[in-house]
């Protein structure tokens, strides 16, 4: 489990070396205005260019009722004042799950990394975390405190990452997109308003490290189970059948049903260790009663125990394997073929 880094002088180290890595991957754009509902302000802006990430800071403020770093980022235009898409705040002196950033510190390796609680605001009717959490498919990570509860994020990236800019903006195109579909109207369907009704009954926080290896050097995977799993639903949905209906759950990575039938089942874990081995198996059974075919997704390179195989195997659980690659600075997603 994660565990939450909760002391001002760790924050502060944290939000540093957050700053550093993200102003390193981007460009200096200069003082421009900043704007968002309640008004708008100066700051110094950092981008990769029109139609790309923007990234501005703002140490903490004394007026501020709860004191934190205030962290916006958004989709960079030409225009007067720049539209904050979302902010990833970290409150300074108390550790108050009101603020929806924080840092989470991965036990075993001692890295850091930048999370958010998935509560998305934005004044539009059916906007919330939930709602959020249902639309996006993201995976909630478990962060035990120094009190003995546990609070749950979205990971977004290592604070050391060179490509911790490039997580940061595909969270950025998440809560935009999710944004445009409030507006839509795509949130007040039932059909969607079941899906959030089942994610609020099924929620799943996991935790654990998952750590993955490809030709080149290592990547961390924790941030990539999201990717996986759009991935997923893009490639499916392309021999989507009149009948078929593709969806999500707290508890279900992906699943095809079809007329009501459930006939396939997916599992995506980011680490073939040997915990999240045993969770799959036990999800897919457990889930995919009535035999539709089960499918667990693994990262590329990482081997599979013997054990582990055979247990495949006997259950009739296929393996897919998906690689992370860079390609014009974008860390990018591939799924690869079935294996026999």
């Known amino acids: 489990m994660f565990v939450l880094v909760d002391t001002t002088v760790a924050k502060k180290r944290a939000q540093a070396q957050m700053e550093r890595t993200i102003t390193a991957a981007l460009g200096y754009k200069g003082v421009l205005n900043v704007g968002f509902p309640a008004g708008n302000f100066d700051r110094t802006v950092y981008s990769g260019g029109v139609e790309d990430l923007w990234a501005a800071f703002s140490p903490p403020e004394q007026e501020e009722s709860t004191k934190r770093y205030w962290n916006g980022f958004g989709v960079f235009r030409e225009a007067p004042a720049l539209t904050i898409t979302v902010e990833i705040n970290i409150p300074l002196e108390i550790n108050t799950a009101r603020v929806a950033g924080f840092f989470a510190q991965e036990p075993v390796s001692g890295a850091i990394y930048l999370m958010h609680s998935g509560k998305i605001g934005g004044g539009q009717p059916g906007v919330g975390k939930s709602a959020f959490l249902a639309w996006s498919k993201s995976e909630l990570v478990a962060t035990a405190d120094g009190e003995g509860d546990v609070r749950s994020g979205i990971i977004i990236g290592r604070i050391d990452d060179p490509d911790l ?6 969270f950025v195109q998440l809560v935009a997109a999710f944004k445009v579909a409030a507006r839509s109207g795509e949130l007040e369907t039932d059909e969607f308003q079941a899906k959030v009704e089942a994610y609020d009954r099924y929620r799943k926080e996991f935790s654990g490290r998952k750590r993955g290896a490809r030709a080149g050097g290592a990547i961390d995977y924790l941030s990539y189970h999201g990717d996986v799993v759009q991935a997923l639903y893009d490639e499916r949905l392309a021999s989507k059948k009149k009948a078929e209906e593709i ?3 707290g ?16 599992e995506v874990k980011t680490s073939t260790e ?28 990482e081997e599979i125990a013997p054990d582990f195989q055979e247990a495949f195997e006997e259950h009739n659980i296929a393996v897919r394997r998906f690689e992370v690659t ?7 997603v591939t799924l690869l073929p079935a294996e026999d």
Not at 165 to 170: E, K, L, P, Q, T
């Open 274 to 301: 040997r915990q999240a081995l045993y969770t799959a198996i036990g999800q897919l059974l457990t889930h995919g009663v009535g035999g539709p075919k089960r499918i667990i997704v693994l990262p590329a390179g």
């Open 251 to 266: 508890l279900i990575d992906l699943c095809v049903r079809e007329r009501g039938r459930l006939t396939e089942l997916y």
């Open 247 to 249: 969806s999500n759950t």
């Open 326 to 332: 860079k390609a014009r600075k974008v860390m990018r």
């Open 165 to 170: 800019a490039g997580r940061i903006w595909r």
